[in-house]
């Protein structure tokens, strides 16, 4: 059966709500009850959408990535030169999880405790499009003397895990650096052009 516009527009403002709360208090940190007092329901509502705040994290998760790997695909499929393809794709995924800072450490969480379920479909179901693109990129970008040899997983954990981990660590990196929130986010813009030319330098020609 169809779902009727009132049940859309109330699935949304759950979602919005649980946006709101996991950027304010992270997976661990946020409650049911939490999620249910911002979107101004009541908490069997919420239930009655969302089962558990794992699977509400995931249909926000399918939701923001589904996006975002789609682009990926596009833009590997683009005329743009392979460096120019690294700068998009490192902008557009810092962009994401800037406005979803909590998406790392839980994407890794769930994989870790759950490999059997849940994201690890989702993740499958993307491998063949944009990884094995982006894989093919960077082979014939070798053997045309673009840039240097390099196993293309290690360009994938390099590019990736430059952008996330600042995400990951935030609550470390601010307490030994002394930065606020204001100059982290910051930080993350000046990054999405430092991480991409880090790269590029550590592997052109």
Known sequence: MAKSKKDNNTEQQILNAARQVFLEKGLSGARMQDIADKAEINKAMLHYYFKNKELLFETIFQ??????????????????????????????????VSQNPYLPLFVISELNKNPEIGLKHFFEKQRPGFVKKFKESIEESINSGLILPINPIHLIINMFSMCAFPFMAKPMLKIITGIEEEQFNILMEQRKV????????????
């Open 63 to 96: 939701e923001t990535a589904g996006k975002l790997f789609p682009h990926f695909d596009k833009l590997m499929d683009s005329d743009l030169n392979f460096f120019d393809k690294i700068r998009s794709i490192v902008s557009s995924y810092i962009e994401m």
């Open 194 to 205: 430092l991480v991409a030319e880090f790269i590029i330098n550590s592997i052109k020609k």
